[in-house]
């Protein structure tokens, strides 16, 4: 059984209402509720001898969605900090990963924010892929489409509305603003 992660410390952070902090931990913590279930459903059915079943196989489809609902807002909340920063140490091997395939670390952060800002709900990854040795801002519609299969997720911003609406209106620019300053960059650089 899987248990929420304890995200309480973000509470405070600039741009951020604790309000909208607590609302959106209460949804993460809903992902976890589902997987749980799902997976303790799956057992139950399998042991009953029932996987062809209609019941089985929408439980089957549906735990991808579940499953990556918890796991990338335990990436996202993992990637910010209560006084993070908009840039990381210039001589960390992200910066200098981005520098060689964007020129500069502030083109490709125009080009991670741009993807961010696109219509629609899902999530902006950094994503790296370790055969090809290359980074990618990857739009993630949804939780469960859009993936670069064997790529790592390095920063995760979530652009689903419950992530800004209650702070931020329909103003999603200045939600990625105010992200863009709470980022835990040695959070991200560690998972390279």
């Given amino acids: 059984m899987y248990t929420a992660k304890n995200y309480e410390k973000l509470l405070g952070t600039a741009g951020f209402s604790d309000t909208l902090l607590k609302n959106h931990f209460m949804l993460y913590e809903g992902y976890i509720k589902n997987t749980n279930a799902s997976l303790e459903k799956l057992e139950a059915l399998a042991k009953e001898g029932k996987r062809g079943t209609p019941e089985y196989a929408e439980l089957k489809r549906r735990f991808g969605w579940e499953w990556d609902g918890m796991r990338l807002h335990e990436l996202y909340f993992g990637g910010m900090k209560n006084g993070g920063s908009d840039h990381p140490k210039d001589d960390s091997p992200l910066v200098k990963k981005i520098s060689a395939q964007w020129s500069s670390f502030d083109e490709w952060a125009k080009g991670f924010k741009a993807t961010g800002a ?27 489409a859009g993936h670069l299969a064997g790529t790592a997720p390095l920063l995760i911003m979530d652009v689903f509305e419950h992530a800004f609406m209650l702070d931020y209106g329909v103003k999603r620019a200045d939600y990625i603003e105010a992200f863009w300053g709470a980022i835990d ?8």
Wanted: hydrophobic share 50%; glycine share 6%; no cysteine.
């Fill in 185 to 192: 960059w040695d959070a991200v650089v560690s998972r390279l």
């Fill in 118 to 144: 696109m219509r629609g709900v899902g999530w902006a990854i950094l994503a790296y892929d370790k055969e090809s040795d290359r980074l990618f801002n990857v739009w993630v519609n949804e939780h469960d």
